[in-house]
């Protein structure tokens, strides 16, 4: 990792040096330039900073934005480039701005040869205000794209799987068959929290010789009621627990016309209708007992 950071320093100190040597390489032109379409000695001193430097932030964009805003940066950067080697090529084709002979606002014989050259050099120093304002936005505004986490289910498989019952994977030791014995919960009777008030007695009533009234009286069972409530899971099982040598001999029974390559565990579970534990030991029981038989 350390050796990877001083990779990373090396380059960029090496890219600081070329593009420092090539701005020096590029000052005197550029100088001669400004000066020949009317720059006075200060502003002709300044402008390489105009063209150079802007090369130089719209490659420090480039290495920082992305997408569309990095396709923007990568454009001015080579406009401004192209603009910069036309400069420094007229500045070799014409000896008089070395020593500063030649006519003010003259690059070229030729006319529209003239007028562009002029109009490209002084419109460099507007669009560097320009285009640097919008690259400095965008890297200020910028929001780097966050990693996406990897994904544990990258890509399906495209295989065909087998599924198999899990009754017939191979199991070592095949635990023993044991009864689950569930204690139900004791009856508890409802009267024991009430408190049985007593009947008040009704008042004697005189029967009246044209009709006799009669009330209806609620008759108190001597059994008592049992605890209302949610029934255990356990206790909802209609079907007795079968013991294993009753599993053994409903299996012995179902099996015994199968040939040996059917006798699976998986076969012996729909037959019987057992569990896939229960049904993995029957098949092996089972197959030991056939192997006897067939040895003796």
């Known amino acids: 990792m350390n050796l990877h950071r001083k990779g990373r320093a090396a380059l960029v100190l090496a890219l600081v040096a070329v593009v420092g040597m090539a701005f020096r390489v590029s000052w005197n032109a ?3 330039i400004a000066g020949a379409v009317g720059a006075d000695d200060t502003a002709a001193m300044l402008y390489p900073f105009v063209v150079d430097g802007l ?14 805003d990095r396709t923007f940066a990568l ?4 406009a401004y480039t192209v603009a910069s080697l036309v400069l420094n090529y007229v500045h070799g084709l014409v000896p008089e701005l070395h020593g500063r002979t030649v006519d003010w606002g003259r690059l070229a014989d030729w006319d529209p040869a003239n007028w562009a050259l002029v109009l490209l050099a002084t419109s460099l ?6 285009f640097g304002s919008d690259l400095v936005a965008k890297v200020l505004h910028h929001r780097p794209t966050p990693i996406p986490a990897a994904s544990t289910n990258a890509e399906e498989s495209t295989e065909t799987i087998i599924k198999r019952s899990t009754a017939d994977l191979p199991v070592s030791t095949p635990a023993p068959i044991t009864p689950n014995v569930a204690v139900l919960p004791r009856p508890v009777a409802v009267g024991f ?13 005189v029967p009246a010789p044209a009709s006799i009234e009669r009330r209806a009286v609620a008759a108190e069972s001597a059994r008592p009621r049992r605890a209302t409530g949610r029934v255990p899971a356990v206790a909802k099982s209609t ?30 579970r729909r037959a019987v209708r057992t569990s896939p534990v229960n049904a993995r030991a029957l098949r092996d029981t089972l197959r030991a ?6 040895a003796a």
Request: hydrophobic share 45%.
């Open 239 to 268: 079907r007795p627990k079968r013991t294993p040598d009753q599993l053994l001999a409903e299996a012995r029974e179902a099996t015994a016309d199968w040939p040996d390559a059917k006798v699976t565990a998986e076969g012996i």
């Open 30 to 32: 550029l100088r001669d």
């Open 55 to 68: 090369m130089a932030l719209a490659l420090i964009a480039t290495l920082v934005l992305a997408d569309r």
């Open 125 to 130: 120093p507007v669009g560097s205000i320009y």
């Open 289 to 294: 007992e056939r192997a006897e038989g067939a």
């Open 193 to 205: 929290l009430k408190s049985t008030l007593p009947v008040k007695p009704s008042p004697s009533i």
């Open 75 to 78: 454009r001015v950067l080579g």
